[in-house]
């Protein structure tokens, strides 16, 4: 465990090589926090520390890690004590998606996004929970809309949000005696490059989710804002807001053919 006294406090970001990670990374800066961004592209995440420090904000630490090696936390751990760093905000954004039949998926990516998107985002948070009591700080995972409903076409990724978002409320009431902020960001559709990863695109059917469409910026700023406000969660868009609202009024034998529909046929 990292001294707190002799360490410097920084937001650790994870997933941020691109998007809505890399996003978060410039808006902690912006606000004045020390950074380390971990993602397993490390030409990415130098060139975003580079554009960070250009703007008059200190360096980020780059940490090039997969997040679903053996010993992964324990290695982002080890880094960022050699960094002289200790963890007051950490923000598990790594994941990933994948569009089509759960049965005609490949198995092994499948299992890797619950590894992913589950399993690493739950060990880093019990992780760095003592570091976090110790300075005050606070944990934002990030989630999806797809969090308050099922997603035929898209389900294993669909049950692996409701399970990030169920986890952060839940922990989110366990932590407050101690201080320690938790908010779940649950952003609608976002033109980053998650899309091509999941093989979706905004096609089709899929094309009625455009309205939806926030840019990562300003899903990334209104979730450092909802964190720092305490917000147990943050659905960044009226659109989107609107649709979790109808997601949960509608009953399923409703909900379920409207998704399929939408989801189980590729563009």
């Known amino acids: ?3 707190v006294s002799n360490a410097r406090p920084a937001a650790v970001v994870t997933g941020a090589s691109e998007g809505i990670g890399a996003e978060l990374a410039r808006v902690f800066a912006e606000k004045g926090h020390e950074v380390a961004v971990v993602a397993r592209r490390g030409d990415r995440l130098a060139t975003l520390a580079d554009e960070i420090a250009a703007k ?18 324990d290695a982002l751990a080890g880094r960022l004590a050699e960094a002289g760093l200790v ?6 954004n790594a994941g990933f998606g994948l569009i089509g039949s759960a049965a005609e998926l490949d198995q092994a990516e499948q299992l890797a996004m619950i590894d992913l998107n589950v399993r690493a985002l739950t060990a880093l948070t019990l992780r760095f929970i003592p570091e976090l009591s110790r300075t005050k700080g606070g944990v934002m995972n990030v989630a999806s809309v797809a969090s308050f409903m099922p997603g035929p076409g898209f389900a294993v990724y669909y ?17 407050k005696p ?4 938790v908010s ?21 059917l899929m094309g009625a989710m455009k309205p939806a469409l926030v840019p990562a910026e300003e899903v990334a700023r209104q979730g450092y804002d909802g964190l ?3 917000k147990r969660v943050v659905v960044p868009g009226n ?8 997601a949960r009024l509608s009953p399923r034998a409703i909900l379920l053919p409207l998704l399929g529909a939408a989801q189980m046929k590729r563009a």
């Open 184 to 204: 779940c960001l649950c952003p609608g559709p976002v033109a980053t490059g998650f899309q091509a990863r999941a093989g979706m695109s905004f096609e089709g």
């Open 1 to 3: 465990m990292t001294d």
């Open 87 to 92: 963890t007051q905000y950490l923000v598990n």
């Open 178 to 181: 101690s201080g320690v902020k």
């Open 228 to 230: 720092m406000a305490g």
């Open 239 to 246: 659109v989107n807001k609107v649709m979790v609202w109808s």
């Open 56 to 73: 008059g904000g200190k360096r980020p630490t780059v940490i090039e890690l997969d997040l679903l090696a053996n010993g992964a936390v």
């Open 159 to 175: 049950a692996t949000k409701a399970f990030v978002r169920s986890f952060s409320e839940a922990i989110s009431y366990e932590l």
